[in-house]
Nanobody
Framework: QVQLVESGGGLVQPGGSLRLSCAASIRLTSIYAMGWYRQAPGQQRELVVSINSGGTTNYADSVKGRFTISRDFAKDTVYLQMNSLKPEDTANYYC?????????????WGQGTQVTVSS
């Protein structure tokens, strides 16, 4: 079982910044890919950004140039730096990890952290 603990959400004004953290209970080197997803009320959960073990990233068009994913292997933590925040970025943000056990890949989710962008 892999546990993911997110933190860093909160209320921010439009144009502001937040940094989300996702601490994993296993070594990041054991994780095939990690990602940040978000879900707004009444909406489907959507991918914000993912990063695989090789460091290849995939950003949603809506956040390109504003959000940046990074990893700290010493702390087994993934970060999401969010700049130039917009009201439409308001959502519950979830961390996801994909782990291979043999030939089987399993996905794990954190509990989510709320981000609200409002004046």
């Amino acid at each position: 079982q892999v546990q993911l603990v997110e933190s860093g959400g909160g209320l921010v004004q439009p144009g502001g910044s937040l940094r989300l953290s996702c601490a994993a209970s296993i070594r990041l080197t054991s994780i095939y890919a990690m990602g940040w997803y978000r879900q707004a009320p009444g909406q489907q959960r959507e991918l914000v950004v993912s990063i695989n073990s090789g460091g290849t990233t995939n950003y949603a068009d809506s956040v390109k140039g504003r959000f940046t994913i990074s990893r700290d292997f010493a702390k087994d933590t993934v970060y999401l730096q969010m700049n130039s925040l917009k009201p439409e970025d308001t959502a519950n943000y979830y961390c996801n990890a994909k782990v291979f056990r043999g030939a089987t890949m399993t996905g794990y989710w954190g509990q989510g952290t709320q981000v609200t962008v409002s004046s």
